[in-house]
């Protein structure tokens, strides 16, 4: 099954059945494919109710495809953990139950966005309206709460608080709409809650659902969020050249919302006259300035840095003696893809990153 990572258009049925729109994908690392594609099985299982029209709001999303990035983080944690064997059904539950969450925070984020896209198909939003968009995300949050149940309390509460840190990262964006003051303590408080805690809950979920000691989970929690700050950095610097994986985004989509992301915040640094551009209406024109200021400034470069920096915090978190090295390997594999998309700004970094998987002695898969 082809999950994550290289750029491709697909808009039939998948080899595996799941239906994806025009979606990059990433490829399933190691042996994971078999075990995401019970995932799969089960996402559409949980969201077939007897309510039609729930079903069919819920299948939208889940039909979509998607990288699949949470459940792969859960299965190659918990095989980290246990090995292949680890991964059984509570941890395929668990897998579910973060892809289930991450749906109905897009379902909402697209209605707060008004965006009329996502995974390269129609939005909930777009094709129903926002009552059935806000709906929509509900059921599959129930859905989620549902599968999470039947794990036990500490996972249900952990998603709980990660619902929590969604919407204290969302709300917190939306706070500094316009702001050309945004600090990047700010910034990255931001991106911390409303993208990496899921890919640290997911990491954590994987471990504890394997049998993972509280400190061993942790560690694995610790990896998922470093590698959330990479991903978001790099997801904001693509945004801004048109080259997001959100198939559909025009150039800088942050930036006519209003979201000034981590390169823009250090050029305004460098270069103050900035301001007079990002508060006024910008049009395509004016992206593609901000967008050659960026490069002026070497503010793209400098975010790219340091989302390479977080890759390598994360590497770290992975030196744990605990960890098996087939998981830890998987793991590694699956942070390389989350930045594989810097080789469409012709800066894959990839050097620096064998240099931090070897500081830390981690293996690929
Ligand atoms: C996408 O970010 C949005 C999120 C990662 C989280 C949004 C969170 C909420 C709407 C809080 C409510 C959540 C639930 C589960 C009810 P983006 O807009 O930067 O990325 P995009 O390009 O994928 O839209
Ligand atoms: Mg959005």
Excluded at 310 to 334: N, Q, T, Y
Aim: proline share 3%; with cysteine; glycine share 10%.
């Amino acid at each position: 099954m082809r999950l994550i990572g290289r750029a491709q258009r697909r808009t039939d049925q998948g080899r595996d059945g799941v239906a994806a729109g025009t979606a990059f994908t990433f490829r399933a690392p190691g042996g994971t494919a078999a075990q995401l594609s019970r995932v799969e099985s089960r996402l559409r299982a949980v969201a077939a109710t007897p309510d039609e029209r729930l079903a069919e709001l819920a299948l939208h999303g889940i039909e979509a495809g998607g990288k699949r990035l949470r459940p792969a983080l859960v299965v190659c944690a918990a095989t980290a953990v246990g090995g292949g064997d680890a991964v059984g059904e509570r941890v395929i539950d668990a897998a579910t139950a973060v892809e289930l969450l991450h749906l109905a925070s897009l379902y909402h984020d697209d209605v707060l966005d008004a965006a009329p896209l996502r995974r390269g198909r129609p939005s909930v939003n777009a094709l129903w309206g926002n009552h059935a968009a806000v709906l929509g995300g509900d059921v599959l949050l129930a859905h989620a709460y549902a599968v999470a149940a039947s794990l036990g309390t500490a996972e249900l509460r952990r998603l709980a608080h990660t619902l929590t840190a969604l919407c204290s990262g969302q709300i917190a964006e939306s706070a500094a709409q316009y702001d050309v003051a945004r600090d990047l303590a700010h910034y990255d408080a931001a991106i911390r809650g409303k993208t990496a805690t899921l890919l640290a809950t997911s990491c954590w979920l994987g471990g504890w659902t394997a049998g993972a000691s509280p400190p061993l989970a942790e560690a694995l929690a610790c990896f998922g969020m470093e590698l959330g700050v990479a991903f978001q950095i790099v997801d904001d610097v693509l945004d801004l050249y048109g080259l997001s994986l959100q198939t559909g985004k025009a150039a800088g989509s942050d930036l006519r919302a209003g979201v000034f992301t981590l390169p823009v915040l250090m050029t305004l640094q460098r270069d103050p006259g900035l301001v007079e551009l990002l508060t006024t209406e910008i049009d395509e024109d004016g992206v593609a300035e901000v967008g050659r200021r960026v490069r002026a400034a070497g503010a793209d470069r400098r975010a790219i840095a340091l989302a390479l920096d977080h890759l390598e915090i994360a590497f770290g978190h992975l030196r744990d003696p605990l960890l098996l090295a087939e998981g830890v390997a998987l793991l590694a594999k699956l942070a390389g893809l989350v930045v594989e998309p810097l080789k469409r700004l012709g800066v894959g970094g990839d050097g620096r990153i064998r240099a931090a998987r070897r500081r830390n002695e981690v293996d690929v898969a």
